[in-house]
């Protein structure tokens, strides 16, 4: 309940906090960047929202992965979902694992475009145990790529990991690494759609609600921004409630309802 309140609240705090002065410096606000009247980046932004996920469940550990020590941070840093823990179906997010087995069977069929009878096994292969069998009875992970705007090449997505139990069942996650050349390709994809972002409500503010071609640029452009920042995952705990209260607090700093 404490972190419903603290993100319904976030993002009126993100569009006026640093309109006055303020003794923190990093209070930076959307709706001063959004104007003009600041230089603000998207990580400050996101910053005031980790805070605010940290104060309403102090008891979580909620902390920028790139803070980590630097041996720590340099092997990497994985982030993980569990959509079914051995003969457990999470609750909380096995509604995603029918859409993680479509990534999975979708990941072998790529790779075995040019063999047509492998390609009917994979795709008689519907259920956990089936795909596990396919893959020769091992562990083993796919990724799922994440398209980018700013260079050709795609970004390195979110990883699906089925692992055998050795009591029955399947450890089925979604894992996310925290890995420097990772962080630095995506800090540089962020900071593209911020940019292009900035620009889109500078117009929109500029031009009143008449202008319907710069408010798709606002909202098209805030769901990038959430979309590349959830793939991303770079906090400990709470990337998706800093994401989306991010992108409503955007939404509101440019003057949309």
Do not use: M
Not at 80 to 100: D, F, I, K, N, W
Not at 105 to 111: C, G, P, Q, T, V
Not at 196 to 220: I, K, N, P, S
């Amino acid at each position: 309940l404490a972190r419903h309140h603290a993100c319904s609240l976030r993002p009126g705090r993100q569009s006026d906090a640093a309109d006055t002065k303020t003794r923190c410096a990093r209070r930076y606000a959307l709706r001063a960047a959004f104007d003009g009247t600041r230089d603000v980046a998207w990580r400050p932004i996101y910053s005031i929202a980790a805070r605010w996920r940290r104060e309403a469940d102090p008891g979580d550990a909620v902390f920028w992965i790139d803070g980590l020590p630097k041996t720590a941070f340099e092997e990497g840093y994985g982030l993980q979902t569990p959509l079914r823990t051995g003969q457990l179906a999470v609750v909380r997010y096995h509604p995603y694992a029918e859409r993680a087995l479509a990534v999975v069977r979708a990941s072998l069929l790529e790779s075995e475009a040019n063999d047509a009878e492998i390609r009917g096994r994979v795709a008689a292969a519907t259920t956990l145990d089936a795909v596990y069998s396919f893959a020769g009875g091992r562990d083993f992970w796919v990724t799922a790529p994440c398209g980018s705007e700013r260079r050709d090449a795609p970004l390195e997505g979110t990883r699906v990991t089925l692992q055998k139990r050795p009591h029955g069942g399947f450890d089925f996650t979604i894992r996310t690494p925290g890995t420097p050349p990772r962080w630095r390709l995506y800090d540089l994809e962020l900071t593209h759609h911020w940019d292009r972002l900035l620009a889109a409500a500078r117009r929109f503010r500029g031009g009143g609600d008449d202008d319907a071609a710069a408010r798709e640029d606002v909202v098209a452009g805030a769901a990038k921004l959430f979309y590349y920042w959830v793939s991303f995952g770079p906090l400990s705990r709470g990337s998706a409630y800093c994401g989306y209260a991010v992108l409503a607090g955007t939404l509101v700093a440019a003057g949309l309802s």
